[in-house]
């Protein structure tokens, strides 16, 4: 299982939120590229980002800055944040993005997703994010009455890599990942799930490599990083060995 970091980038920084309000950040670095060189040096094989403006104004923000990220470091980087039409896409990935998550545009537009997958085969991950198990999309700010399962169900054969899972409750929270959902949710499909939210210690990561028979194939972590609670070379080393 993958263990891979975060940054989340507001206002050309890096930051973590709390439960996702935008009002409630802790400032990491004024410069993101380096935090990406740090967690490459630490041994991170893939690299997360968020465009944490984009996802607000439904736009690419930081480009500028992401691009400058993607060419500090050799390995795959996965973007979400902003990514609402084919021209935008196209534009990341000619950027040299590997992975694009599509979150938002998957429950107003599942024909989009459909259409980028079959273009950019392997290339697409599906964002779903949730509050006490219902979705939430518009940079977190909108609530639909729909589960995840319900969501990702409809894009069964569609060619997404990957579903990534965030329990909004605990993002930047360090309580704890949701085990429980995220079994539920990667138990429901045949798509993979990456688990994201919650992660404050190795013994979480341990949690969540209990799930890896359910179709778990990864873990997004940040701000347990930046507080020093979680050492990235440990947790990779520990998701190898496949205990804690």
Same mark, same amino acid.
Request: glycine content about 14%; overall charge negative.
């Given at each position: 299982m993958i263990v891979i970091p975060a940054i989340d980038i507001k206002d050309g920084r890096c930051v973590r939120l709390r439960q996702g309000r935008m009002s409630e950040e802790t400032v990491f670095s004024d410069v993101p590229e380096e935090m990406a060189v740090r967690w490459f040096e630490c041994g991170a094989e893939r690299l997360h980002l968020v465009d944490l403006d984009g996802a607000v104004q439904g736009r690419p923000v930081n480009k500028e800055i992401i691009r400058r990220i993607v060419r500090s470091i050799p390995i795959p980087v996965q973007l979400g944040g902003g990514v609402r039409d084919m021209s935008i896409l196209e534009a990341y990935l000619d950027l040299g993005l590997n992975y694009l998550i599509l979150g938002t545009v998957a429950h107003k537009d599942p024909g989009f997703v459909m259409e980028a997958c079959q273009r950019f085969p392997g290339q697409i991950i599906l964002g779903i994010d949730a509050r006490e198990g219902r979705v939430a999309v518009e940079g977190w700010r909108e609530e639909l009455?729909?589960?995840?399962?319900?969501?990702?169900?409809?894009?069964?054969?569609?060619?997404?890599?990957?579903?990534?899972?965030? $329990? @909004?409750?605990?993002?930047?929270?360090?309580?704890?990942?949701?085990?429980?959902?995220? *079994? #539920? +949710?990667?138990?429901?499909?045949?798509?993979?799930?990456?688990?994201?939210?919650?992660?404050?210690?190795?013994?979480?990561?341990? $949690? @969540?490599?209990?799930?890896?028979?359910?179709?778990?194939?990864?873990?997004?972590?940040? *701000? #347990? +990083?930046?507080?020093?609670?979680?050492?990235?070379?440990?947790a990779i080393r520990v998701s190898k060995d496949g205990s804690g």
């Open positions: 009455s729909l589960s995840p399962a319900e969501l990702a169900i409809r894009f069964e054969g569609s060619g997404v890599s990957a579903i990534i899972y965030t $329990d @909004i409750q605990r993002d930047g929270m360090r309580t704890g990942p949701n085990v429980e959902g995220t *079994r #539920a +949710l990667a138990r429901s499909i045949r798509i993979p799930v990456i688990a994201s939210g919650g992660i404050s210690g190795i013994s979480d990561v341990s $949690d @969540i490599l209990t799930l890896s028979g359910d179709g778990v194939i990864g873990m997004i972590t940040g *701000r #347990a +990083l930046y507080d020093g609670s979680l050492d990235l070379a440990e």
